[in-house]
């Protein structure tokens, strides 16, 4: 009851411990009267330390099995702006996600016309 009534309140999970030291039965709770942080930015964090996520990450980030919900914050993030397919060709249970950037093409090759224009310059 009490992991249900934290996760509604967007607090973090108690924690329970138990001590052998002790002459009887007894148990410690930890609440922690702080919030969670937002799936959207539990997601920030993972993309900042992996570069890329997928289904089964976000899965694990909201503690579900749930991969149509997963599928449906992935698409809404897209929507938004806030996120871009890696490799659009791959099968969709197979996708990969990362931060908006310059495209991955543009960090791999360069022509000279991509150069100046990088360098805000016109192509002659």
Known sequence: MMHDTMARADLYPPIFLTSPDLPREAM???????????????????LVKHGE???PEVRMLLRTDDPVRASKLLKSWVDLGLLVVSWP????K??????PSRPVEALLFSTDTGKQN???????
């Open 53 to 55: 996520i997928g289904n």
């Open 118 to 124: 990088l360098l805000g310059q016109e192509s002659q």
């Open 89 to 92: 060709e791959s099968a969709k």
């Open 28 to 46: 410690i709770v930890f609440l922690f009267n702080e919030s969670r942080p937002s799936v959207w930015n539990q997601v920030e964090a993972y």
């Open 94 to 99: 197979d996708r990969r996600y990362r931060r």
